[in-house]
């Protein structure tokens, strides 16, 4: 923050005009009172005054600061209409810093600022270490400091003060797909595409990766902020050029108020990154301003992802294994592992519920560790007990199949260590994450499949069900969604669609695996259009590993409600 104190309102206008540029805050006072008090609340990082006010004078306003803060070394500038020598000499003997004269040049001011703040005088950071190095905006430090004096001001002035925090919707896959100084590009270019949309009394920052923060003062209107987010959400909407390629690029935002929703920087900007997060939850792209509920949300998330991160050091989670059935010769072909989470209380929490949140906190890829190593392992078992043609099928979830190296990696340390038949393995992935970049979905399943895997369309028909995914992927299996099989043979729409898939796979030579499959008329249904493989109740639900050893070692057969059941050796 930097203090401006002189009794014209001209010579302040004139200060903050020279200044905008520095990132900092300055907040203007006539009376010089009125500085000292602001002063109380926080010592300044630089006070530039007159000499001559009424009241206090420049020379007594230098004292009291003086005395308010004795173990700071304040920067200190005075302003003077006349070039005394008299009042040039006190000022620098009562250790004033730097002495200019009206009318101010205003670019002269800004670099003796500028210099003074780089000595940090006052043991400060400077405010070259004070800026993000790559976009020039404000770090988190500064943006805390100015958010601050905001607050002062509000609260002298009756107004709110807004947060908006903001990030780039799947910012990491560019990075990883175009490079490290493209993302670069894209960030610098989206600091300048939000300062556009700012007025002058606004702030943006980079809280650190492709977060960002906008501090909006002053407001008398709420919807004021609501308006300026807009127009950063259409503005980053428009296509980025990097390296040579218009890139389009979501971003995610929420909105909160001081003092409605917060009245310390932590907690407003706590309750900015749930609504932000909440944003992410409804589909991305968009913004959500804070509101109660949001943060009753929160607070149940931060201790599910607490009981999480300790469920992962205590390995609380289990494996079920729903068998995967030849509809033609009513053989157990295989399994699909199912990850199962039971607290230390015996609770159970659904994956449907978990697995996003390991995904938002990055905690997904010890999960995916986890499930890849345990299901391998009891494959290998099961092979080794006489039933080698048993294969598995694993979920990897979106965020981790995007790091396509680091996937390999695993999935090689995996079959190493275990000794697994890589052709025994199926990976599962979803319409939904590879569509968020299909080239390097492309690439990433190229390099799996060079160790011998294969892979699994899962829930196909629920996202896009684009056929250049189909083309382009190195593709053994598609997965027919539960929403299609529940309908059929009595919905004819349902029919129509299940009877396109499979002339489509079929001409693809894609095998289907129907999901869902409850009674004998779908299954019935489903054979009959050459449906190859069918996953249910009907057959089986999701067993525990030993429910599955004891039949394997009783002679490999499954009682169900569609019959005998023979496991495939």
Same mark, same amino acid.
């Given at each position: 923050?930097?203090?401006?104190?002189?009794?014209?309102?001209?010579?302040?206008?004139?200060?903050?005009?020279? =200044?905008?540029?520095?990132?900092?805050?300055?907040?203007?006072?006539?009376?010089?009172?009125?500085?000292?008090?602001?002063?109380?609340?926080?010592?300044?990082?630089?006070?530039?005054?007159?000499?001559?006010?009424?009241? =206090?004078?420049?020379?007594?306003?230098?004292?009291?600061?003086?005395?308010?803060?004795?173990?700071?070394?304040?920067?200190?500038?005075?302003?003077?209409?006349?070039?005394?020598?008299?009042?040039?000499?006190?000022?620098?003997?009562?250790?004033?810093?730097?002495?200019?004269?009206?009318?101010?040049?205003?670019?002269?001011?800004?670099?003796?600022?500028?210099?003074?703040?780089?000595?940090?005088?006052?043991?400060?950071?400077?405010?070259?270490?004070? $800026?993000?190095?790559?976009?020039?905006?404000?770090?988190?430090?500064?943006?805390?400091?100015?958010?601050?004096?905001?607050?002062?001001?509000?609260?002298?002035?009756?107004?709110?003060?807004?947060?908006?925090?903001?990030?780039?919707?799947?910012?990491?896959?560019?990075?990883?797909?175009?490079?490290?100084?493209?993302?670069?590009?894209?960030?610098?270019?989206?600091?300048?595409?939000?300062?556009?949309?700012?007025?002058?009394?606004?702030?943006?920052?980079?809280?650190?990766?492709?977060?960002?923060?906008?501090?909006?003062?002053?407001?008398?209107?709420?919807?004021?902020?609501?308006?300026?987010?807009?127009?950063?959400?259409?503005?980053?909407?428009?296509?980025?050029?990097?390296?040579?390629?218009?890139?389009?690029?979501?971003?995610?935002?929420?909105?909160?108020?001081?003092?409605?929703?917060?009245?310390?920087?932590?907690?407003?900007?706590?309750?900015?990154?749930?609504?932000?997060?909440?944003?992410? &939850? =409804?589909?991305?792209?968009?913004?959500?301003?804070?509101?109660?509920?949001?943060?009753?949300?929160?607070?149940?998330?931060?201790?599910?992802?607490?009981?999480?991160?300790?469920?992962?050091?205590?390995?609380?989670?289990?494996?079920?294994?729903?068998?995967?059935?030849?509809?033609?010769?009513?053989?157990?072909?295989?399994?699909?592992?199912?990850?199962?989470?039971?607290?230390?209380?015996?609770?159970?929490?659904?994956?449907?519920?978990?697995?996003?949140?390991?995904?938002?906190?990055?905690?997904?890829?010890?999960?995916?560790?986890?499930?890849?190593?345990?299901?391998?392992?009891?494959?290998?078992?099961?092979?080794?007990?006489?039933?080698?043609?048993?294969?598995?099928?694993?979920?990897?979830?979106?965020?981790?199949?995007?790091?396509?190296?680091?996937?390999?990696?695993?999935?090689?340390?995996?079959?190493?260590?275990?000794? $697994?038949?890589?052709?025994?393995?199926?990976?599962?992935?979803?319409?939904?994450?590879?569509?968020?970049?299909?080239?390097?979905?492309?690439?990433?399943?190229?390099?799996?499949?060079?160790?011998?895997?294969?892979?699994?369309?899962?829930?196909?028909?629920?996202?896009?069900?684009? =056929?250049?995914?189909?083309?382009?992927?190195?593709?053994?299996?598609?997965? $027919?969604?539960?929403?299609?099989?529940?309908?059929?043979?009595?919905?004819?729409?349902?029919?129509?669609?299940?009877?396109?898939?499979?002339?489509?796979?079929?001409?693809?030579?894609?095998?289907?695996?129907?999901?869902?499959?409850?009674?004998?008329?779908?299954?019935?249904?489903?054979?009959?259009?050459?449906?190859?493989?069918?996953?249910?109740?009907?057959?089986?639900?999701?067993?525990?590993?030993?429910?599955?050893?004891? $039949?394997?070692?009783?002679?490999?057969?499954? &009682?169900?409600?569609?019959?005998?059941?023979?496991?495939?050796?």
């Amino acid at each position: 923050m930097i203090l401006a104190v002189d009794d014209e309102p001209v010579f302040l206008l004139l200060i903050q005009e020279a =200044l905008k540029d520095l990132g900092l805050v300055v907040e203007t006072f006539q009376d010089a009172e009125e500085a000292l008090d602001r002063a109380a609340e926080e010592a300044p990082e630089l006070v530039i005054s007159d000499v001559r006010m009424p009241k =206090l004078d420049g020379f007594q306003f230098q004292e009291a600061l003086q005395k308010l803060h004795p173990a700071v070394q304040v920067p200190f500038i005075f302003l003077s209409s006349e070039a005394d020598t008299v009042d040039l000499v006190r000022g620098l003997d009562a250790g004033a810093d730097d002495y200019l004269i009206k009318p101010i040049a205003p670019k002269l001011l800004e670099a003796k600022v500028r210099a003074l703040l780089r000595r940090g005088l006052n043991g400060a950071s400077s405010l070259t270490a004070g $800026l993000d190095p790559l976009t020039q905006l404000p770090g988190r430090p500064l943006v805390l400091k100015q958010l601050d004096g905001f607050f002062s001001r509000a609260r002298r002035k009756g107004n709110s003060v807004g947060v908006l925090l903001m990030d780039l919707d799947n910012f990491r896959r560019i990075n990883d797909s175009l490079g490290h100084a493209s993302g670069d590009l894209l960030l610098q270019e989206t600091a300048q595409r939000i300062a556009r949309c700012l007025r002058e009394e606004d702030v943006v920052g980079r809280l650190g990766g492709d977060e960002f923060v906008v501090l909006l003062p002053d407001l008398k209107d709420r919807r004021f902020a609501e308006t300026i987010t807009q127009c950063i959400h259409d503005s980053l909407r428009k296509p980025f050029l990097l390296d040579g390629k218009d890139v389009v690029v979501g971003v995610s935002s929420g909105i909160a108020f001081f003092p409605d929703d917060g009245e310390t920087s932590d907690i407003l900007l706590k309750n900015a990154d749930g609504a932000m997060y909440r944003a992410k &939850e =409804l589909g991305k792209n968009r913004y959500q301003v804070f509101d109660q509920a949001i943060s009753e949300d929160a607070e149940r998330t931060f201790v599910l992802v607490s009981e999480l991160q300790n469920a992962i050091a205590r390995s609380e989670f289990q494996l079920a294994f729903q068998p995967k059935i030849d509809l033609k010769t009513n053989t157990i072909q295989g399994f699909e592992a199912l990850i199962r989470w039971r607290r230390a209380d015996h609770s159970m929490v659904p994956p449907d519920l978990f697995i996003p949140l390991a995904e938002k906190h990055g905690l997904i890829e010890s999960i995916d560790r986890w499930v890849l190593f345990t299901a391998c392992r009891q494959l290998r078992v099961w092979h080794e007990s006489g039933f080698p043609g048993l294969a598995i099928s694993v979920n990897i979830s979106a965020e981790h199949f995007c790091h396509g190296a680091e996937l390999r990696d695993l999935v090689d340390e995996v079959l190493t260590a275990t000794g $697994l038949d890589p052709k025994k393995l199926l990976l599962e992935i979803t319409e939904t994450a590879l569509l968020d970049d299909l080239d390097e979905a492309v690439k990433t399943a190229q390099r799996i499949r060079e160790l011998g895997l294969r892979f699994s369309m899962d829930d196909f028909g629920t996202g896009y069900s684009s =056929l250049s995914l189909l083309k382009n992927l190195p593709l053994a299996e598609l997965k $027919l969604d539960k929403v299609f099989v529940d309908d059929v043979p009595h919905n004819h729409q349902a029919v129509s669609i299940t009877w396109a898939t499979l002339s489509m796979a079929q001409s693809l030579n894609l095998k289907v695996v129907a999901e869902g499959i409850e009674n004998p008329d779908q299954a019935d249904f489903l054979r009959s259009h050459h449906c190859e493989m069918g996953q249910g109740y009907l057959f089986s639900r999701p067993l525990p590993a030993e429910k599955i050893s004891k $039949l394997l070692e009783e002679g490999g057969n499954l &009682e169900s409600a569609a019959g005998l059941l023979h496991f495939v050796r």
